[in-house]
């Protein structure tokens, strides 16, 4: 065990990732060039052969950069980390470096509607089959799997419906078919859920969520369980060129020092508006993995250590409820993504998933009136007076008569 591993998670994000600079500074210092000089032939030759260690060209590494792909994987317990330009770049990686001609994917339902689009419009003309499955129910994944299946690719909680699987078991299933288990993190981050340890071989996360917590990043990244994942992958991400740049790198790194903190208000505030929402005459049904009435509520509690700030709420009134309290909202802002230190909410119905069409939805569980809330860092009194003056507006709006009917 290393000394690093006896830390606290708190103690990690502070210091995870940081070394000894010159002029002693405390925080990784934003190497921001594209290459690095050599100081002679011999030592150049060296550095691409692998005799000595050192950076050579920001695309293959750069000092900021690792600084912070070592923090992420020692907060996700992984060998080593990939930071990425995005986390669909990240995605892509894992696909391309794991998958061939021939080969299946079984692939949770309740997925980041990107990383369905990519299997079924890329990567299947590429000869990749996909099988999509209620992962939540382990059995299904079980059923799903073929000679051929080499990925096992988990989203939990799944996105937008907060679906959850069970990581242990379907992990053991992976195994035993000699798949590769992969899972998406965004929604926890390692401070609340750490697949490795359930038996995953990789995680991903898009860092522009809760790694990076501020809204003013896009990246990705991706944490391995061995040295021979590291350099399949790390072959694959110089090749394609998908790579994160030290300036992002480096305000990453600065956010991930308040993320043990920012969880625990996260969780808090979600925990408190979930439970007022699920009291509403408004709504007709909450998601949320911290409430007994989830439906996976008790593996919940045996893989999270705490249940995130992710809310799915259904509202009376369906579509048209939606849109309205979208355009009624005032200190939640109405806006896509997530996992920042300000309340985001959306309606998938009329906004991402908008495309797919009412019996996609249908299909992924998405329905007409259903709400997708990240919640933020405000005060949660705050929060919920505004869902409650948007509450008012939606029946003011629709009308009583045409409120009623449409329940």
């Known amino acids: ?125 590429f000869g990749v089959s996909t099988t999509f499955v209620n992962s939540s129910d382990h059995l299904k994944v079980l059923h799903a799997i073929r000679p051929e299946t080499k990925v096992v690719y988990i989203e939990t909680p799944g996105n937008p419906t907060l679906a959850i699987s069970d990581l242990s078991e379907i992990s053991k299933i992976a195994r035993a078919h000699s798949c590769h288990m992969v899972v998406d993190n965004t929604f926890m981050s390692p401070a609340l859920q750490r697949p490795l340890m359930l038996g995953a ?42 790579v994160i740049d030290p300036f992002n790198s480096f305000l990453v790194h600065r956010g991930l020092k308040t993320l043990a903190i920012r969880m625990q208000r996260h969780c808090e505030s979600a925990t ?10 408004m709504v007709k049904s909450v998601s949320f993995p911290g409430l007994p009435s989830h439906p996976q509520h008790e593996i919940a509690k045996k893989q999270h250590l705490g249940h995130g700030g992710m809310i799915a709420f259904e509202l009376q009134g369906g579509f048209q409820a939606g849109e309205i309290m979208m355009n009624t909202v005032k200190l939640c802002q109405l806006a896509v993504s997530l996992g920042g230190v300000e309340s985001l909410i959306q309606h998938p119905a009329s906004m991402t998933h908008f495309s797919m069409g009412e019996a996609g939805r249908a299909a992924a569980g998405i329905t007409e009136g259903l709400v997708r809330f990240s919640v933020g860092i405000e005060d949660a009194d705050d929060l919920i007076a505004d869902l409650e003056q948007s509450f008012e507006e939606i029946k003011y709006r629709m009308g009583e008569k045409e409120f009623r009917n449409s329940i």
């Not at 900021?64 to 990240?90: D, F, I, P, R, W």
């Not at 391309?96 to 369905?116: E, F, I, K, N």
């Not at 522009?208 to 990244?221: Q, R």
């Not at 408190?272 to 005459?281: D, F, G, S």
Request: charged share 20%.
């Open 1 to 125: 065990m290393h000394d690093s591993d006896k830390k606290g998670f708190d103690t990690k994000c502070v210091h995870a990732g940081i070394g000894e600079y010159e002029f002693g500074s405390v925080v990784p210092p934003i190497f921001q060039t594209s290459t690095f000089k050599f100081k002679s032939a011999r030592h150049g030759a060296n550095l691409f052969t692998g005799e000595e260690k050192g950076h050579i060209y920001t695309r293959m590494s750069n000092p900021t950069v690792e600084a912070m792909e070592n923090a992420v994987a020692e907060l996700e317990g992984g060998y080593k980390a990939l930071g990425c330009a995005s986390g669909m770049a990240a995605i892509d990686l894992i696909f391309s470096a794991l998958l061939q001609y021939g080969d299946h994917v079984v692939c949770s339902t309740s997925v980041y509607g990107p990383t369905r689009t990519l299997l079924e419009t890329v990567f299947s003309k």
């Open 201 to 242: 071989d990789i995680v991903l996360h898009s860092m522009t969520k809760f790694l990076n917590g501020h809204a003013d990043v896009v990246a990705g990244i991706v944490v391995v369980n061995t040295e021979e994942l590291y350099i399949k992958m790390k072959k694959v991400l110089n090749q394609t060129g998908g």
């Open 272 to 281: 408190k508006i979930a439970r007022y929402l699920e009291a509403h005459p």
